[in-house]
């Protein structure tokens, strides 16, 4: 039987082997899935994903040390202005080592930037297209920053310089206006721009009606920290976002994916001061210029009205005299129709008159040769009846308390009665209440 390695002897073998097959260094392209520093060293994760399923189907450790790293790293940001960050595509010059004691990794001594921002460009061009594509990459152009804005709305971290510059260019400007700022703090550089700023971005939307614009501003970071403000995420945030958005993120040199679809993009925080300054001193500018052409408007209509007032007030005993001569003939006119008309009618209602007098008469004749003959009527029917004419022919009228007595039984002891006669009459006091016996 053959005597067995120990640990160490195969691993050693294993180094003799690779340091012999793979004596050269390789140019390789992967993604970043991890990146961390120690003590100045570089430790990296690298991948690779298919195509279609982006699922990953290789996985490897590299490195490296201190001496390449630095170098490595400075070259590769200036170049791309970017941090090496997870998820990051890039090609590195490896070499393969195997540790005894601590067992395979690539070391890296170079890193191609070109690679990287080619892809980061084409990662970029991307997310346009797509903004495009779902028609949201110009609706904040097609916003305007309102003429009196001044309730602003800012996304920034708190302690950032470029947001102290920014408070102070707005506090101290020499129009002397005023504005109200409110700070939605947020992270503003690194891995959690994204979400942090989404996050900032819908604390404002739910206070929407107390502001007029949003300031997204980044002072005092590297310019090669910019790649949290190119995702599509953020940029459809802000690009469908209800009130315009102003960035003041980056450099001369750099524009992100915010910046193309934001309303209105500077280089910097004061700039983005400056901007809402400038805005309002142009609405004064033209506050002024409409009140000067108000006062002109109104100035040359008042001299048009005090000509148009002289002219008719010239003409006016001219158009009185004419107006008073037409009334005037129209008055006669007026005047003689009235006195015919009430002639006319006075004549008409004396001969109604006179009519109604003559049938009135007649009517009265008739009415008292109707009623006479009434009258002659009822006084024979009266004398037919006369008690006088009945005492004449022998008939006597008994009397009891004014009332003709036409019952004995009706009458008491001690009543007195009147009987009357044609000759006179007859008094007398009821003895016995009776038909036969009376006093």
Known sequence: MTKPLSLYELNSLVAETISTVMPNEYWVEAELSELREVRGNCYLELVEKDRLSNTPIARASAKCWRSSWMLVRAAFERVTRQHL?????????????????????????????EYTLGDMARKRQEIIDRLKTEGVFDMQHELSVPMF??????????????????????????????????LFEAVMQGEAVEQSVIAA??????RIESFDVVVIIRGGGATSDLSGFDTLALAENVANFPLPVITGIGHDRDESVLDM?????????????????????ATERRIDVARDAITDNIGRRMEQERTRLTHLSSAIPVLFSVVKTRHESVLYRLSAAL?????????????????????????????????????????????????HRLLARGYSL?????RTV??????????????????????????????DKEK
């Open 85 to 113: 960050c997870a998820g990051m595509k890039v090609m590195l010059k490896v070499y393969a080592d195997f540790h005894p004691a601590y067992g395979f990794s690539w070391i890296v001594t170079d890193i191609n930037p």
């Open 149 to 182: 804005a001044r309730r602003v709305a800012v996304v920034s971290s708190g302690g950032a310089a470029g947001y102290g510059d920014f408070c102070d260019q707005l506090s101290s400007n020499e129009h002397g206006y005023t504005f109200d700022i409110c």
């Open 201 to 206: 971005l819908n604390r404002i939307y739910d």
């Open 261 to 281: 679809v934001a309303n209105t993009r500077v280089k910097t925080p004061t700039a983005a001061a400056a901007f809402l300054i400038d805005n309002l001193a």
């Open 339 to 387: 006195k015919n008309a009430a002639s006319n009618i006075i004549v008409s209602q004396n001969h109604r008159i006179v009519t109604m007098a003559d049938s009135l008469r007649n009517v009265l004749s008739q009415r008292l040769t109707g009623e006479r003959h009434r009258l002659d009527m009822l006084a024979q029917r009266t004398s037919a009846v006369d008690p």
């Open 398 to 402: 008994t009397l009891h308390n004014g």
């Open 406 to 435: 036409c019952d004995p039984s009706a009458l008491q002891p001690g009543d007195r009665l009147v009987t009357l006669v044609e000759k006179g009459r007859i008094d007398s006091v009821v003895e016995t209440a009776g038909k």
